[in-house]
């Protein structure tokens, strides 16, 4: 009995301590992506942006220091998903951020904005459900919903005036919703739509021999991260380079530019951010990277420092009490911060409202490969899910 | 036409591959009477040994060649220490044991040469297209696999059939027992044999590296595809794992270029394009379980 008072006595007091050092406690961030494998240079690039971003921001939110704890989703939604489970549950992170692919957020989604009631800021992946019907107030994008980017490009195309394309892209959540987005604009002929097998077809013989017979005016594209640069070299071992351009999203970057080289070189992409494009908040993050780096960033990078800065301009306008997440969530659906794309606003289904460039693949005076922007291929875009969602 | 001898030529270059790979396992696992699961890793290892060795001499030839040697000793190396204390156990041991070694050679991999990809150029003389019939190209390293490929698969039957070791090999597929018997080395055929594998399945691949990317695990997926293939063709035997690694490549092949067009006759045009990957995915596997109905033992097994 005596002992058994003591206990409590002691729980007690240590809850009673223990209340105010919470209150103390740093912010904690969360961080999904692929660190290992084939994939993880996507990764590292994402990591590199995010601790660029913290040293921005003097490694405080809203007057308090924030730690940042990366997990590894070994580019496997299984993975993804325990990690998730185990940043929310265990760790109690306030925000979780990161997710390269579609496939992996849609595995840990659940356990995140439902079960664990954090507030989570996809960096990359925008699968079509959660910008629709899957929608959530506890789910932020700092990136774009997957069919937006090639309707940009394919908006392009049409002004370009290419009469026939042939499409090939990975069966996977993002392949086919990157299909879809470039079928939604793009007026010429489909010639043929090839799905290859995700991810371990790295051989594109058979889908290249069927293009050269089919003589495209163009051939489209969606190989993220090392399937990019494998694709590219296959289509110049192929011959095919010299007679149907390549036109792609997320295949021809600063990730996979160093390994495709020359090869790349005068091929077109679509996206909402690229290296050149104007505004001190961008300037400031490229050349610091490329500072500390030596390399260029990518959009992914782009996307998790806006990811960072997104909390940092919630938490600062709460002064560092994320308690109330009602709050918390009106302030960051204000997107009240530079982004380095230039500003944004949020969409109903928390994807933003924005902007998409034309880039190409081009060597900088220094002859390091890079993208620069060509045009601005259409002005505050909305997503086409948009509607499906049920919130306001 | 050409269409068709193109796509076939593509079956055949996936297929050489493919032999080259099922062709080790399917040795250890008929003279051996072992399971090896980490057979994979030694594809991986081959290939990783050929970007070192190919950044050293800045040659693809002489890394290439170099790198062989140096993956039949890793494959000596790893029958000394590990496998030789499996052969007396049963399957399940052995599926552990070498199931270990693939987490081991993963992470070897990673602690070595780091956690990201990496990747081998094709060599500059081979990086263009050759015309296989007079305005038919055809890339000239993919032409490149399937003469190395075909030049490893007669060598290979050469060696089998004709030659001493070829005939203590043949012996060991079908009585192992009584080879041991009659005097025969057992130790140094089965290090010997082993070795053999891992260079074939060094060859493989260090071949398949400037198609697709040097990477952990990259032995891991088509492990699964060679141990299909030496069911189909019986196990132990060389014939029949090149029978079946050519009607895979020919398959996978089909598939992926003649699917989607005989499903569109039927079915909607995307739900075509979306089944036809998931479908040639199936057929290999409703293959060799056909051919297991038909023929237990597999096209050439040996009948017990």
Redesign the interface.
Known sequence: MKNRLFGTATIAAAMALGLPAMAQSPIKVGFVST????Q??IG?DMRRSVELAKEHLGGKMGGKPFEIIYEDDQFKPDVGKARSEKLVQQDKVNFISGYIWSNVLLASLKTVVDEGDTILISANAGPSAIAGELCNKNFFSTSWQNDQTPMAMGDYLNTKGVKSLYLVGP?YAAG?DMLAGVKRTYKGKIV??????WP????F???L??I??AKPDGIFIFYPG?HG??FV??WA???LNKTVPLYQVFSIDAITLP?QGDLALGTLGAQEWVNDLPGEANKKYVEDFKKKHGVYPSYYGAQSYDAIMLMASAADALKGDLSNKDKVRAEMKKANFKSVRGDFKYGNNNFPIQNFYIQEAVKDPQGMMTVKTIATAVKNAVDPFAEKCPMK | M??LL??VL?GV??GLLMFLLAAGLTLTLGIMDLVNLAHGSLYMIGAYIAWTLIGVTDSFVLGALLALPATFLVGVAVEIVVIRRLYARDHLTQVLATFGLILFFNELV?ALWG???K?IA?PTFL???IEILPGV?Y????FAIIVVGAAVAILLAWLVARTRLGMLIRAGASNRRMIGALGVNIELLFSLVFGLGAVFAGLAGLMAA????V???MGD?ILILALVIIVIGGIGSIKGAFIAAMVVGQI??VG??FL?DMLKTFMS??AA??A???I??VLVYVLMAAVLVWRPTGLFGQRT
């Not at chain 2, 890339?139 to 993919?142: E, G, Q, W």
């Not at chain 2, 400037?210 to 990317?213: C, E, G, L, M, N």
């Open positions: 660190f290992s494998g084939p993880a240079a590292e069966n086919k043929s739509e090839d799905f290859t097998k371990d077809q790295l051989d013989s058979a889908e021999t069927k050269a017979a090392a640069v494998q070299k296959q071992q192929s011959g390994q | 050409e269409y193109l796509q593509n270059q996936l990673r956690p990201g990809g990747s094709v990086n263009r297209t190209p890339p000239a390293y993919r400037p198609i697709a990317s990477r952990i695990g997926d996978d092949i992926r270029a989607p045009s995307s394009s979306s036809a990957p998931a040639s995915q």
